[in-house]
């Protein structure tokens, strides 16, 4: 059942998604090459429990670690590890923030240095995927023209929308009804109505849009070994659009903030 949130709620989210967005903002001011997913892992958790937020993804149905990392051939929940960063790979960072009981979820991805030509195309059509979903969102809009939309412009840019994952509802609940697909599923779906929050989060293949899973369970990678990128947001509907509550252009880090980054970064030898 999709439910109808509450002003309320809407402002918890929205404050949930603050912590969420200066966690990304966080993230950029340590992101090279030679960084781990693993240390990169470490540091958003500290960050997180440092805003007094609580990573929601770790735990959940027994994830273990506190963000999703999914580097090049990996679409989502891409586990974090000890491989080094290197120029060239696309970095997916999917990230969960339960803030006094209100969540938000946002994946930003990440370039690590210099791309190349095909891979910066293939990484700006990702990014304007969502944004072309995002277009839709109004009171009265089908579900279903999201998911059309974003399909005809990435297939149009030659390359192709996974369909085995999609956006969601979201609230005190991870998941929530109703599922946000990102290609066209050939009927209507529900007609969206004010204050109905949810997540558009296309991820975007160079090659096959089909998936295969890693033997741990959660990892999913393209089938033919090919690039992928996700980019997503937390929105509520509203008459006129969409009510963005993970938009990083929102928020910055304080001084406070950059002090602890530093800290961190010093305690914890992340660089010589």
Known sequence: MITIKTEDAIQGMKESGKILTKTHHAIREILRPGLTTMELNDFAEAFMLYQDAIPAQKGYSGFPFALCTSVNDEVCHGFPNDRPLREGDILSVDNV?????????????????????????????????????????RVGTHLNEIGKAIQAYVEGKGYSVVREFTGHGIGREMHEDPMVLHYDQGSRGPRLRERMVMTIEPMINIGHWKTRMDDNGWTARTIDGQKSCQFEHTFAVREDGPEILTDQADTSLSPEEKEWIAAYIRDKWLFD
């Open 97 to 137: 923030v339960n803030y006094k009981g209100f969540l938000s979820d946002s994946c930003w991805s990440y370039p690590i240095g210099q791309l190349s030509d095909q891979d910066r195309d293939f990484f700006d059509t990702a990014k304007e995927a969502l944004m072309v979903g995002l277009a839709q969102v």
